[in-house]
């Protein structure tokens, strides 16, 4: 049988590849410091760039990389890397980020196989710079990054896994607990209640500043209480000074 890993995948389809963590003029994997009139794209990573860049046209489809992908919590239309899809691949123990997106197509809690349209090639973006219309696909290891800087800044070589690997079967018991993070950033249309319950065992859901707890923190403790799955809550803010932090407060 042969192995695909999942840059060839994407070749495969007519992507071209036009940024290779492994070939940074650094020769450090993935510290590329990539600059453009004094402006550092990778200043906030420090200078690297844990992922690949691929090309085929502005409004492409892109497809998943793999079958039993999860679409999970850091899917939205305004984050980090623009429209991004974030999903998990529990059988080959990665998730994914998909980035800089025109449009995104699945919500949080949709199930996606291999060759599944995610989103199409697009240039969004956190900051609104100018870029090129490209993929921007990172992965991680499978499980929980607890704070904004890892999340965009981790990535891993994934040229030694198989996007084509078979689940193993599921063990007789199960001991094991899936919780995830829900942010009040992530409107309540955006993600299938129903569909993610069935993989979720708890959910902790995140408000952020004291003028947006209501947004959409409510609604997610109804709809995932709603469909049987226990909720807990921690808020998160930003100060830049003993006022900000009282008022939060």
């Known amino acids: 049988m042969i192995i695909i890993n999942p840059i060839d995948y994407l070749i495969k389809k007519g992507f071209r590849k036009t940024s290779d963590p492994a070939t940074y003029s650094s020769g450090k994997w993935g510290l590329r410091n990539y ?11 420090g200078g690297y760039h844990r992922a690949w860049d691929f090309a085929k046209k502005d409004g492409a489809a892109i497809p998943s990389i793999a079958d039993g992908g999860i679409v999970t919590a850091g899917t939205s239309e305004h984050s980090n890397f623009g429209k991004q899809a974030v999903v998990a691949y529990p059988k080959l123990d990665i998730q994914v980020i998909y980035g800089h997106l025109k449009r995104l197509d699945v919500k949080i809690g949709d199930v996606v196989n291999q060759g599944d349209t995610v989103g199409t090639q697009g240039a969004t973006n956190y900051n609104n710079v100018f870029m090129a219309s490209h993929l921007h696909i990172q992965f991680q290891k499978l ?20 996007v084509n690997k ?32 069935k993989y979720v065992d708890h959910v902790i859901i995140r408000t952020m500043d004291a003028d947006m707890e209501d947004r959409e923190y409510k609604n997610h403790h109804k709809h995932f209480k709603a469909q049987g799955v226990p909720t807990a809550a921690y808020a998160f803010f930003r100060a830049q000074n003993d006022t900000h932090v009282k008022n939060e407060s």
């Not at 453009?36 to 794209?41: A, F, K, L, M």
């Not at 704070?147 to 070589?157: A, K, L």
């Not at 599921?170 to 299938?192: F, L, W």
């Open 143 to 162: 499980g929980y990054i607890p704070d904004e800087r890892t999340f965009v800044c981790t990535g891993i070589d994934v040229l030694n896994i198989d």
């Open 166 to 197: 078979k689940a193993a079967p599921a063990p007789t018991t199960n001991n094991d607990a899936m919780i995830i993070d829900v942010s009040h950033h992530q409107p309540s249309k955006s993600i299938n209640y129903k569909e993610l319950s």
């Open 35 to 45: 600059t453009v009139n004094g402006y550092n794209y990778d200043s906030y990573c």
